[in-house]
């Protein structure tokens, strides 16, 4: 891993950090300095994190109450969050608009509850850091939906509104507060995750050595060769 962006004294949140890309994000936003806190459901698949130096929490981020009490051990802990990388997610689909269940929008759903309540328990956090950054990782079938996959664009879709309208607040809070952004919230579209998770961390990592105003609201595409497509 070369020309990294300096990372030290920076901290990270990693939500759904026991996928591939989680794995992948710690690796490389340690080795950059950034201090790494890496939540998920299972402690025993958050231990190879541990290993990393990542500090781990396990919990259930579609959970309200357990994601504001994560916000005030780390406020205790005095750990502020420079930023939040969204990991959370999953698979569910197939047999056109027909075979959208239920079941499968309720297995899908959890990712969007958790960016909200991540999203509201640490924006003063990112909004109070020198550079807040949060991410989430979305799907190219937000453009083209296809009936099949009905439910997982939806959910997809309903993170990036989410996702902008948090832009726009930051946009908004620094206008009010004459004063320069500092804090960016962007999205990264991937048409599958699987061997994207190196490009992705380092893409993420990056996401300090740009400029805020550059970066908020935006969404980055990435491809299978790992070119980034704006």
């Known amino acids: 891993m070369t020309d990294l962006t300096d990372l030290s004294g920076r901290t990270v949140l990693i939500a759904g950090a026991t996928s591939a890309s989680g794995l992948a994000a710690t690796r490389v936003l340690t080795a950059a300095g950034a201090r790494v806190v890496a939540t998920g459901r299972s402690a025993e698949k958050l231990a190879p994190l541990a ?6 929490d396990a919990l259930d981020l579609a959970d ?36 959208q269940t239920e079941d499968d929008y309720r297995a899908l759903e959890p990712s969007f509850s958790a960016l909200r309540h991540l ?24 453009a083209r939906p296809l009936a099949g996959g009905a439910n ?32 960016a919230a962007v999205i990264f579209r991937v048409r599958a995750l699987a061997g994207l998770e190196e490009r992705l961390a380092t893409a993420c990592a990056g996401l300090w050595g740009a400029e805020a105003a550059a970066l908020n609201d935006s969404t980055i595409e990435l491809d299978q060769e790992g070119r980034r497509t704006p």
């Open 64 to 99: 309200e109450p357990a994601v504001l009490a994560l916000a005030r051990r780390l406020r205790h802990d005095r750990v502020p969050i420079d930023g939040l990388l969204h990991l959370v997610g999953g698979w569910r689909g197939g047999g056109g608009l027909a075979g």
């Open 51 to 56: 290993a990393q130096g990542a500090r781990v």
């Open 152 to 183: 997982y664009a939806a959910v997809k879709a309903a993170g990036e509104a989410w996702t902008r309208a948090v832009a726009q607040g930051y946009a908004r809070s620094a206008r009010e507060a004459g004063t320069p952004l500092r804090a």
């Open 119 to 142: 999203s509201r328990a640490f924006d003063e956090d990112l909004r109070a850091s020198s550079a807040g950054r949060l991410a989430i990782v979305s799907s190219t079938a937000v």
